[in-house]
């Protein structure tokens, strides 16, 4: 039993109560596993209603994306649950429980925000892309800080959560010696030695890649499990989704191709990714200008590895789920390209599943990147860029 000594105590305290005399609690414990490091059980139990209830919503939302009418009973419990959200993090602040959504849950919500409606249901808009329910991670962080030594002096910032993956979550701090915003990777804390070694891994890959296009990492704290490195402005994901109404088939082309060189360079080191996907992307903003940022080399494939086991868990989400039969050590070239294949339709159409295309010849460039015999495939990088510059002029 807590002590309820202070006010943000009694606060959480109360909060929970209301919570559980509303809607009850068989409910709490579903996500409680993701929010075992929260400082105080009210609040992991608040967590964990709130992870409950988004998603239960979120996945209601998805089931009438098809229709465009979310209907009136979920609008209204939406709207509660993130006023609920905005109320309990307005009452944290400041304090040490302080808290941050993770930074797509928080998007979605913003765009929920300015259609939903309290009476009659709601309108989906049209742009409205189906939601990605997160089930395997927290969705809400503690506020942080790191300390950083500068000039003989240990100087403190507060972390920022920016997102949350199946090892580690990634926060950004704004550095006002530098006046520069870095992002810092933090492993979990319930990681195996294995997976801890290839978080060390990851972060040893992308010290020795030196190239524009590969998220640049500084340094390694072993105390803390975590390093620091280079800040992208967005997924490649969240990027396409928002404008994809509005870009332009040349915007579309300057990003496929920087993705193709940002991997021949890669593969070229005698390292294979086998992590791609539209989150692992990113996008690093200067001004008018969008550069392609490779991340999350955590499942990379190196010469001489004694971390590649047949038995690893395909992760990638573009990846070939023939993987799953021929065994994740034996992930090759053809593999590489075929995630990029995927890849480069969503930049160029916005769409995960492969369906209508741009032209014949995109249809045809598509087809052989995914070809089920991998033979037929594009055997490299190399080899699909210079597809891929071939067709490149028959989009409008």
């Not at 704004?174 to 870095?182: C, E, G, L, Q, S």
């Not at 109404?245 to 496929?256: A, F, M, T, W």
């Amino acid at each position: 039993m807590e002590l309820l000594t202070d006010h943000s105590l009694i606060y959480l305290s109360n909060k929970l109560d209301e919570y559980i005399q509303k809607f009850g609690n068989e409910h709490i414990k579903r996500y409680m596993g993701f929010y075992e490091g929260i400082p105080t059980n009210y609040l992991k139990d608040i967590f964990s209603i709130f992870h409950y209830h988004f998603n239960h919503l979120f996945k209601h939302m998805n089931s009438r994306v098809s229709s465009g009418y979310y209907t009136a009973d979920e609008s209204r419990s939406l709207i509660y649950w993130c006023e609920q959200l905005k109320t309990v993090e307005s009452n944290l602040k400041g304090t040490k429980y302080e808290f941050e959504t993770d930074a797509y849950y928080a998007y979605i919500i913003e765009q929920c925000e300015q259609f939903l409606e309290y009476y009659r249901g709601s309108k989906i808009p049209d742009d409205f892309s189906r939601i990605k329910i997160t089930e395997n991670a927290p969705i809400f962080i503690i506020k942080d800080s790191i300390s950083i030594t500068t000039k003989n002096q240990k100087v403190s910032f507060s972390l920022k959560s920016v997102g949350t993956g199946s090892y580690a979550t990634v926060h950004k701090y704004k550095d006002d010696f530098y006046n520069r915003t870095f992002a810092v990777k933090k492993a979990d804390k319930n990681l195996t030695e294995e997976e801890y070694q290839r978080f060390k891994i990851e972060f040893e890959v992308m010290k020795k890649l030196k190239s524009p296009y590969v998220i640049e990492v500084y340094n390694f704290d072993e105390e803390n499990r975590q390093y620091i490195m280079e800040y992208a402005d967005e997924t490649l994901d969240r990027y396409i989704s928002k404008n994809n109404n509005n870009l332009e088939g040349s915007d579309r082309i300057n990003l496929v191709r920087q993705i193709l060189k940002a991997f021949i360079y890669i593969n070229s080191k005698n390292v294979l990714h086998r992590d791609i996907s539209t989150t692992n992307v990113l996008i690093k903003k200067y001004e008018e200008l969008k550069v392609i940022k490779i991340s999350d080399f955590g499942l990379v494939k190196r010469e001489n590895s004694s971390l590649t086991n047949i038995n690893t868990k395909i992760k990638g989400s573009l990846n070939d789920r023939k993987l799953e039969v021929v065994g994740f050590s034996n992930y090759e070239a053809w593999h590489e390209t075929y995630a990029l294949t995927r890849l480069i339709y969503f930049v160029m159409t916005g769409k995960m599943k492969i369906g209508s295309f741009e032209n014949d010849e995109f249809k045809k460039f598509i087809k052989t990147g995914i070809a089920d015999d991998e033979t037929k495939r594009y055997q490299s990088v190399e080899e699909m860029q210079k597809a891929f510059n071939n067709i490149a002029h028959t989009f409008r």
